[in-house]
């Protein structure tokens, strides 16, 4: 496999065919900002903080799945895309509540967005879901990043109990035919907690501690939600 060599912020690199943008800033010290992107999992290209500017394309292009090109030239801080970034984090605090989002918040600091230019815009609000025994769904704070989708899919787990549904500004997360997560095919691993970057997905035990509601009757209830569910599954069986 040949290697490319390419201009990133001024600092020329040569790197494998296949690195891709973000790879490439990484191995000179440059840390693009990221939202959907996730280590482990494929890169959806879907939240666009990752842009950069390439000398001679007419639009910004996202740094987390674009392979590096030979004699590409990059800007990954540039005013533009500073402006790009600004506005993405903007559009996303109008629609969706990012206050359990510490990365994003601490982008909104360092890009000095405006979380009330488009105050007046459409919210994604949809009810809180706690149908399970291990943790709860409120998606009025999902930003569609995909990656409990990714997690729970072909990337980690191979159980497909939540998927995408829905169009446009309707786009959401959801189970197969909005089944509860017990009816599911949820194995409760966890993965899709642990991906969410926004809280949208939270263990129980961190949603009743934050509510202030008492671990205890936490516990009880969740026994009793769990001798029900096996209850069910040997009832399915037989």
């Not at 690199?13 to 990221?34: F, H, L, N, R, Y």
């Not at 409990?148 to 446009?168: H, L, M, P, S, Y």
């Not at 500004?169 to 017990?182: G, H, L, Q, S, V």
Request: aromatic share 8%.
């Amino acid at each position: 496999m040949s290697d490319i060599t390419l201009t990133i912020d001024h600092q020329t690199i040569t790197v494998p065919q296949g690195t891709t943008i973000m790879q490439a800033a990484a191995q000179i010290g440059k840390t693009i900002p990221t939202i959907c992107y996730h280590a482990h999992f494929t890169a959806p290209s879907l939240c666009r903080m990752c842009v950069v500017e390439v000398e001679k394309s007419r639009v910004l292009v996202q740094a987390c799945s674009r392979e590096c090109e030979p004699g590409m030239v990059v800007q990954t801080d540039s005013p533009r895309v500073r402006q790009a970034r600004k506005t993405i984090l903007e559009l996303l605090a109008s629609a969706v509540d990012v206050r359990d989002a510490p990365e994003i918040q601490a982008y909104i600091r360092e890009y000095g967005a405006n979380i009330a230019n488009y105050a007046n815009g459409a919210r994604r609000e949809q009810p809180l879901r706690d149908d399970n025994p291990f943790y709860v769904r409120d998606y009025s704070k999902c930003i569609l990043c995909w990656r409990c989708v990714q997690a729970c899919g072909e990337d980690t787990q191979w159980t497909f109990a939540i998927t995408k549904a829905g169009r446009g500004f309707e786009t959401r997360i959801a189970t197969f035919f909005d089944k509860p997560i017990p009816e599911t095919t949820c194995v409760y691993c966890g993965n899709c907690v642990q991906s969410c970057p926004t809280g949208a997905l939270k263990s129980k035990r961190a949603f009743w501690i934050e509510s202030g509601r008492d671990v205890n009757e936490l516990v009880h209830r969740s026994r009793l939600e769990k001798k029900l569910t096996r209850r069910g599954g040997e009832g399915e069986t037989r």
